[in-house]
């Protein structure tokens, strides 16, 4: 069965660094989305893209994200200067055109800004 | 603004005892989804069932159980005979569809979640 994969599981970094979370849709899907969970805390909208622009983003996806989908396959956020609160589970999840509202979510990559 | 209530932080029971989960959500438009996802200890989140929001059909499968009721805004999930393997936090999430350039936004909004400890 098809699913949407992440990488890397885990990534440690150091604040200010820069890092690239790697995402890899179902390969028919069109509707592409990242979210974050904070440890403990609830799952947050951080931004959704789709036809190859963002359809909308939340007041947490500031000038310090952005995304890209540079080959038509893989799905990146990017945190250009990571901070210590950036620290969290970021999930992928992207859903087809004919079934847009079901997400179907990879299994996260847990980062740690020290 | 969509928004989604779990109003019960952390519910413990015993095994083999039926359990509840209380979910309620706002929202301004006619059409929309409910969904609760479960995330065991291991952290993904795993899809149980999704519901829009003209069908008001409870559906049960297996020890699984869903109530929803439009006149109160509630999509509650009960486990009847619980096993420690229920044991997870579980999060009911609302979309809403948003139009946008010609295409649509169904991006989540989740509740808290509730951790459901499960004792043998």
């Known amino acids: 069965e098809p699913e949407v994969t992440q990488t890397p599981s885990h990534q440690v970094t150091q604040m200010g660094q820069e890092v690239i979370l790697r995402c890899v849709p179902i390969?028919?899907?069109?509707?592409f989305y990242w979210y974050r969970q904070i440890l403990g805390q609830k799952v947050e909208f951080l931004v959704s893209?789709?036809?190859?622009?963002?359809?909308?983003k939340s007041e947490i996806f500031d000038d310090q994200f952005s995304v890209e989908r540079p080959d038509g396959s893989n799905f990146t956020l990017k945190i250009r200067s990571t901070k210590l609160e950036d620290s969290a589970m970021y999930f992928c999840?992207?859903?087809?055109?004919?079934?847009?509202?079901?997400?179907?979510f990879g299994p996260g990559t847990r980062l740690t800004v020290t | 603004a969509q928004k989604v209530t779990q109003a019960q932080t952390e519910i413990s029971v015993v095994e083999k005892e039926d359990v509840t989960l209380d979910c309620v959500y706002e929202?301004?438009?006619?059409?929309?989804?409910l969904f609760w996802y479960k995330q065991p200890p291991s952290g993904e989140l795993v899809f149980l069932i999704r519901?829009?929001?003209?069908?008001?059909q409870n559906e049960i499968s297996g020890r699984y159980s869903w109530n929803f009721q439009k006149s109160t805004s509630s999509f509650n999930f009960t486990i009847t005979a619980s096993q420690v393997v229920d044991s997870a936090v579980y999060f009911c999430?609302?979309?809403?569809?948003?139009?946008?350039?010609?295409?649509?936004?169904?991006?989540?909004?989740f509740g808290k979640g509730t951790l459901l400890t499960v004792n043998p």
């Open positions: 999840a992207s859903s087809e055109a004919d079934r847009p509202y079901e997400q179907y």
């Open positions: 390969s028919n899907h069109l509707y």
């Open positions: 519901r829009n929001s003209f069908d008001e």
């Open positions: 893209f789709y036809n190859n622009e963002i359809s909308e």
């Open positions: 929202t301004r438009d006619t059409t929309y989804y």
């Open positions: 999430a609302l979309s809403e569809a948003r139009g946008h350039s010609g295409g649509s936004n169904y991006k989540l909004t």
